[in-house]
């Protein structure tokens, strides 16, 4: 694919804006492209790898991240808590979302923008050839911005003292959003599990009043009740929504194949 067919904004960014929803599928226990496939002819927009709570090798990673691109989905990976080494790698391999896990301060977020983008914005090692492009050689001064403009950068948002310092962390160059990752943000607030709470509520409307007033996105993770996810829409949260994991769904599958079989059987005996 020749480089000035791809777009020149970020869609999905747009998308979000727009108050369009997108859905992703996380994937944390697949090793093979096939759960992409999944994911695409499900109706999914995006995929999130998760290399932070996974053994998944970048090998692995990188074959799902190919199969996205391939298949018009928008492959985001959460990498460990900010592994700058591991993020280089899994832009090359055809990654263009990174989450980095439990961002705390402005610093932080900065030194995962800056391996996010090429020079002089940041620090991205140069490459030449890359799977969103067929690896076709294509020159720094066509490939960098093109890169850079498709890369969305998000941070998450953990911690009383990432709340905290929110605002600096939503003026940070090159990070596009900030998610609250509410399972542990409400552990970190001494009310683990509590999604309805007034703490955690204002916690991501402070988050959420951030994000707005330096023009970056707010998203929202960890939360499967659409009725909280829909009052949480309404102060300002994008409609990124995790429709659930690879490994979730395929335990509620199963339990749903299994309880129908025993009732079908016990019918049957009848």
Not at 3 to 32: D, H
Not at 37 to 56: C, K, N, W, Y
Request: glycine share 8%; proline share 4%.
């Amino acid at each position: 694919m020749d480089a000035s067919a791809k777009s020149e904004s970020n869609t999905l960014l747009e998308k979000l804006r727009r108050g369009e929803l997108v859905t992703a599928m996380m994937i944390r226990s697949a090793r093979t492209p096939d759960v992409v496939r999944v994911a695409h002819s499900t109706g999914h927009q995006s995929i999130i790898i998760d290399l932070e709570h996974s053994t998944m090798s970048l090998d692995a990673a990188a074959l799902m991240m190919s199969a996205a691109n391939d298949l018009g989905l928008f492959p985001f990976v959460r990498v460990p808590e900010r592994d700058y080494g591991s993020i280089g790698r899994c832009l090359d391999g055809g990654a263009s979302g990174i989450i980095a896990a439990r961002i705390e301060t402005a610093g932080q977020a900065a030194e995962i923008a800056r391996a996010c983008r090429f020079a002089p914005r940041g620090q991205r090692s140069q490459i030449a050839m890359v799977p969103q492009l067929d690896f076709v050689p294509t020159a720094a001064g066509v490939l960098n911005p093109l890169l850079d403009r498709s890369v969305i950068v998000q941070v998450l948002i953990e911690t009383p003292l990432g709340v905290e310092n929110a605002n600096a962390i939503a003026q940070t160059d090159g990070v596009d959003m900030l998610a609250v990752g509410a399972n542990d943000l409400s552990a970190e607030l001494g009310i683990p599990g509590d999604f309805s709470s007034s703490r955690l509520r204002e916690c991501v409307a402070k988050v959420a009043a951030a994000c707005a007033e330096n023009g970056k996105l707010c998203a929202l993770g960890g939360i499967s009740d659409l009725g909280l996810v829909r009052e949480y829409l309404l102060m300002g949260v994008a409609p990124l929504i995790i429709s659930g994991s690879d490994i979730e769904m395929l335990a509620s599958a199963a339990k749903y194949r299994s309880a129908a079989l025993k009732e079908w059987h016990s019918e049957f005996a009848h």
